[in-house]
Protein backbone atom coordinates (compact mmCIF):
# COMPACT_ATOMS: atom_id res chain seq x y z
CA UNK A 1 0.00 0.00 0.00
CA UNK A 2 1.45 3.88 -0.99
CA UNK A 3 1.14 5.80 1.78
CA UNK A 4 -0.22 9.23 0.50
CA UNK A 5 1.89 12.39 -0.32
CA UNK A 6 3.00 14.36 2.47
CA UNK A 7 4.50 18.04 2.92
CA UNK A 8 6.21 20.05 5.15
CA UNK A 9 6.01 23.77 6.31
CA UNK A 10 8.71 24.75 4.32
CA UNK A 11 7.87 22.61 1.04
CA UNK A 12 3.99 24.04 1.47
CA UNK A 13 5.37 27.71 2.19
CA UNK A 14 7.74 27.84 -0.93
CA UNK A 15 5.76 25.86 -3.12
CA UNK A 16 2.93 28.79 -2.82
CA UNK A 17 5.31 31.97 -2.61
CA UNK A 18 4.41 32.30 1.32
CA UNK A 19 6.23 32.14 4.57
CA UNK A 20 6.16 30.02 7.37
CA UNK A 21 4.69 32.46 9.24
CA UNK A 22 1.73 32.64 6.94
CA UNK A 23 1.19 29.04 6.77
CA UNK A 24 1.03 29.46 10.66
CA UNK A 25 -1.04 31.89 10.56
CA UNK A 26 -4.19 29.81 8.88
CA UNK A 27 -4.04 27.43 11.01
CA UNK A 28 -3.92 29.41 13.95
CA UNK A 29 -7.29 30.27 12.10
CA UNK A 30 -8.37 26.83 11.87
CA UNK A 31 -8.01 27.42 7.93
CA UNK A 32 -5.94 24.22 7.42
CA UNK A 33 -5.15 21.54 10.53
CA UNK A 34 -1.83 19.89 9.12
CA UNK A 35 -0.81 16.91 11.45
CA UNK A 36 1.33 16.97 14.34
CA UNK A 37 4.33 14.78 14.78
CA UNK A 38 5.78 15.62 17.64
CA UNK A 39 7.09 19.44 16.96
CA UNK A 40 6.41 18.87 13.04
CA UNK A 41 3.47 19.51 11.37
CA UNK A 42 2.75 17.34 8.00
CA UNK A 43 0.21 18.75 5.46
CA UNK A 44 -1.60 16.24 3.79
CA UNK A 45 -3.52 17.01 0.33
CA UNK A 46 -6.45 18.37 2.35
CA UNK A 47 -4.27 21.19 3.61
CA UNK A 48 -2.41 21.68 0.47
CA UNK A 49 -5.93 22.38 -1.55
CA UNK A 50 -7.40 24.46 1.10
CA UNK A 51 -4.25 26.15 1.13
CA UNK A 52 -4.83 26.85 -2.29
CA UNK A 53 -8.15 28.15 -2.02
CA UNK A 54 -7.61 30.62 0.96
CA UNK A 55 -4.66 31.93 -1.34
CA UNK A 56 -7.29 31.91 -4.40
CA UNK A 57 -9.87 34.23 -1.88
CA UNK A 58 -6.87 36.75 -1.13
CA UNK A 59 -5.58 37.17 -4.42
CA UNK A 60 -9.20 37.87 -5.37
CA UNK A 61 -9.75 40.10 -2.36
CA UNK A 62 -12.31 38.08 -0.32
CA UNK A 63 -11.77 38.19 3.64
CA UNK A 64 -10.82 35.70 5.93
CA UNK A 65 -14.17 35.48 7.22
CA UNK A 66 -15.66 34.79 3.44
CA UNK A 67 -12.78 32.12 2.35
CA UNK A 68 -13.54 30.33 5.38
CA UNK A 69 -17.15 30.11 4.70
CA UNK A 70 -16.57 29.02 1.40
CA UNK A 71 -13.99 26.08 2.22
CA UNK A 72 -16.12 24.99 5.26
CA UNK A 73 -18.97 24.75 2.70
CA UNK A 74 -16.85 21.88 0.86
CA UNK A 75 -17.15 20.28 3.76
CA UNK A 76 -21.32 20.43 4.42
CA UNK A 77 -23.73 17.63 3.32
CA UNK A 78 -24.70 19.62 -0.25
CA UNK A 79 -20.65 19.47 -0.59
CA UNK A 80 -19.45 20.90 -3.47
CA UNK A 81 -22.77 22.52 -5.23
CA UNK A 82 -23.24 24.34 -2.15
CA UNK A 83 -20.25 25.74 -2.29
CA UNK A 84 -20.18 26.63 -5.80
CA UNK A 85 -23.83 28.36 -5.56
CA UNK A 86 -22.33 30.70 -2.64
CA UNK A 87 -19.26 31.37 -4.35
CA UNK A 88 -21.30 32.74 -7.64
CA UNK A 89 -23.01 34.48 -5.55
CA UNK A 90 -19.71 36.22 -3.31
CA UNK A 91 -17.84 36.72 -7.09
CA UNK A 92 -21.35 38.65 -8.12
CA UNK A 93 -20.81 41.22 -5.50
CA UNK A 94 -16.99 40.91 -5.68
CA UNK A 95 -16.87 42.17 -9.73
CA UNK A 96 -19.55 44.61 -8.56
CA UNK A 97 -17.70 46.08 -5.87
CA UNK A 98 -14.37 46.13 -7.96
CA UNK A 99 -15.96 47.76 -11.13
CA UNK A 100 -17.30 50.45 -8.48
CA UNK A 101 -13.89 50.93 -7.26
CA UNK A 102 -12.60 50.80 -11.54
CA UNK A 103 -14.82 53.75 -12.38
CA UNK A 104 -13.91 55.71 -8.56
CA UNK A 105 -10.24 54.82 -9.66
CA UNK A 106 -10.98 56.46 -13.42
CA UNK A 107 -13.00 59.31 -11.77
CA UNK A 108 -9.79 60.17 -9.99
CA UNK A 109 -7.56 60.01 -12.96
CA UNK A 110 -9.78 61.78 -14.96
CA UNK A 111 -9.95 64.91 -12.18
CA UNK A 112 -6.36 64.72 -11.62
CA UNK A 113 -5.96 65.32 -15.30
CA UNK A 114 -7.92 68.26 -15.45
CA UNK A 115 -6.51 69.57 -12.62
CA UNK A 116 -2.88 69.45 -13.62
CA UNK A 117 -3.96 70.82 -17.10
CA UNK A 118 -5.36 74.15 -15.14
CA UNK A 119 -2.34 74.25 -12.99
CA UNK A 120 -0.17 73.94 -16.17
CA UNK A 121 -2.15 76.69 -17.88
CA UNK A 122 -1.80 78.99 -14.73
CA UNK A 123 1.69 78.02 -14.78
CA UNK A 124 2.28 78.90 -18.22
CA UNK A 125 0.22 82.15 -17.84
CA UNK A 126 2.63 83.04 -15.38
CA UNK A 127 5.64 82.72 -17.26
CA UNK A 128 4.28 85.53 -19.78
CA UNK A 129 3.96 87.89 -17.54
Not at 64 to 92: C, K, S
Not at 111 to 122: K, P, Q, S, T, V
Amino acid sequence: MTSAPTWTIAQIAEEFGVTHRTVRHYEDLGLISPERRGTQRVYHRRDRTRLALILRGKRLGFPLDEIRTIIDLFDAPRGRRAQLEYVLGQIDQRRTDLEQRLRDVQDAISELGEFERRCREDLGRLDHV
